[in-house]
């Protein structure tokens, strides 16, 4: 079907709308006319110039209606909707699945989102990178090796890890797509290992952390809270790939009545 036939359709579909749902459309088309930049990296293999242009059309009109950021249910949902309309072929996992959350051509990828407050452009912190509900964990240093062997084991499910950040930019909306190597994770092998001992907390909190010649690479943090979760901190973004970005004018909110 050309433009011109998705056109007519639409404004077909358009006639006999109520007022309330021209003005849901209205501030969509004003927010879509707005000047935009989505710059796509050139040697990516996962982002081309369609789903570049379709995820930030999506993350716009998400814009138009929250000051949120996108969400990771948002986020897995969406991928997979454009890279589909892109004749990519995406699939989510079941809902609930412990591993992976997307299929893209085949290989399976865990999808992440960052847009906590203190977030810092050079460092990747995810804050629930998995649950850490099972195996001894109390405050002995060896039960560390068993932790990170969860995160290990984890790992296995899939082959590529994403991670949709939102950044910092006043009047203006910016998120970056950035690809975690999983080799880089799996330098955590040879990490560090230390148990928190001071700490009030039991189990014991610890971390392992993985450093190179310019200094720490990331940290895996073991958090013996509530939740008992594993953390990917102060993670070095030069050392990861960054798909795509996405910029644009923040939507403004409707005048009080």
């Not at 994403?162 to 190597?181: A, C, H, N, Q, S």
Request: proline residues 4%; charged residues 30%.
């Amino acid at each position: 079907m050309s433009d011109a036939e998705r056109l007519k359709r639409v404004v077909e579909k358009i006639q006999g709308a109520s007022s309330g749902q021209l003005d849901v459309l209205e501030r969509i088309l004003d927010q879509l006319r707005k000047p935009a930049t989505f710059v796509r990296n050139p040697k990516s293999d996962l982002v081309n110039d369609c789903l570049l242009a379709g995820f930030g059309d999506v993350l716009r009109i998400h814009h138009c209606f929250s000051a949120e950021a996108f969400t990771k249910d948002r986020f897995e949902f969406a991928l997979e909707r454009v890279a589909n309309e892109c004749r990519i072929k995406a699939q989510r996992a079941a809902r609930g699945n412990p591993g992976h959350d997307l299929n893209i051509n085949g290989v399976p990828f865990s999808l992440k989102t960052q847009a906590d407050k203190n977030i810092k452009v050079d460092r990747i912190h995810i804050s629930k990178f998995m649950e850490l509900g099972k195996g001894s964990w109390s405050d002995k240093d060896d039960d560390l090796i068993g932790l990170r062997e969860q995160f290990f084991a984890h790992m296995k499910s899939y082959e590529r890890i994403l991670t949709l950040r939102r950044l910092p930019d006043i009047g203006f909306e910016l998120y970056e797509l950035v690809e975690i190597p999983k080799a880089l994770l799996l330098e955590a092998a040879n990490g560090k290992l230390e148990m928190h001992h001071a700490s009030k907390q039991m189990p014991k909190p610890g971390a392992c952390t993985v450093s190179g010649p310019a200094g720490t690479k990331f940290q895996l943090y073991f958090d013996g809270g509530t939740e008992r979760k594993l953390q990917v901190r102060v993670l070095d973004k030069g050392l990861c790939t960054v798909h795509a970005t996405w910029k644009f004018p923040a939507a403004t909110e409707p005048a009080a009545l």
